[in-house]
């Protein structure tokens, strides 16, 4: 089975702090996805990244950046935490294929920015 | 842009009891289309994906069909059980294996 780990459950951090959010996947997955969760808005794609060092913006990307220098690793940064960004972050990933490929899930880090 | 619905946003049924959840997007052009499941606190979980080619795929008491030209799919589910209770969600693959999600549909089996 695909494992798909986020470092954290829960977070609470301040504002203006630099935050950190780790996600690691153990079965070679080319692409993995950062997401954010809000009631009523559901999933909106933050960053995304298809191989080492390669990544694309999502939908909603302003405030958040993403680092990959492993393969199986895939870093959310917030460079200045803001309150709007208290939110559940939601790490995804898959094979590579032109969209034929199931994403699978982390558990989630819910954040909170104080 | 693909806007993906989810109707209704909440169901509550007996146990026991076939159900369907809907689900409707704007944009035919899709290479699948997924529905997960999401525990309180948790993630999502993949339940069953369709490949746009496909009319429908079947999991145990789960079947998802899809109708593209409509911009339609269902979820049925068959003779429920307390343990189904949970956010079904689905969402449409695009370009770039970026996938859209709707709001879901919170189901409550009660005994």
Not at chain 1, 43 to 70: A, C, N
Request: glycine residues 8%; contains cysteine.
């Amino acid at each position: 089975d695909v494992k798909v780990t986020q470092s954290s459950r829960y977070l609470v951090k301040r504002t203006g702090e630099k935050v950190f959010l780790e996600c690691v996947q153990d079965m070679d997955h080319e692409n993995m996805f950062w997401y954010r969760q809000d009631p009523g808005l559901g999933l909106r794609l933050i960053y995304f990244s298809y191989d080492v060092k390669m990544k694309e913006k999502g939908d909603i990307p302003e405030g958040y950046s993403v680092s990959r220098e492993k393969k199986e690793r895939f870093s959310l940064i917030l460079e200045s935490a803001s309150t709007n960004q208290t939110s559940m972050y939601l790490c995804a990933s898959s094979l590579a294929g032109e969209g034929n490929q199931p994403q699978h899930f982390g558990d989630g880090t819910r954040l909170s920015i104080l | 842009k693909q806007e993906v619905t989810q109707i209704p946003a909440a169901l509550s049924v007996p146990e026991g009891e076939n159900l369907v959840l809907n689900c409707s997007f704007t944009d035919s052009a899709i290479y699948n289309l997924q529905w997960f499941r999401q525990d309180p606190g948790k993630g999502l979980t993949s339940l069953l994906l369709i490949q746009s080619s496909q009319r429908e795929q079947t999991s145990g008491r789960l079947n998802a069909s899809l109708d593209k030209s409509s911009g339609r799919s269902t979820l049925y589910i068959a003779a429920s059980q307390p343990g189904d209770s949970a956010t079904y969600l689905c969402a449409t693959t695009g370009t770039a294996s970026k996938l859209t999600f709707g709001t879901g549909t919170r189901l409550q089996v009660t005994l």
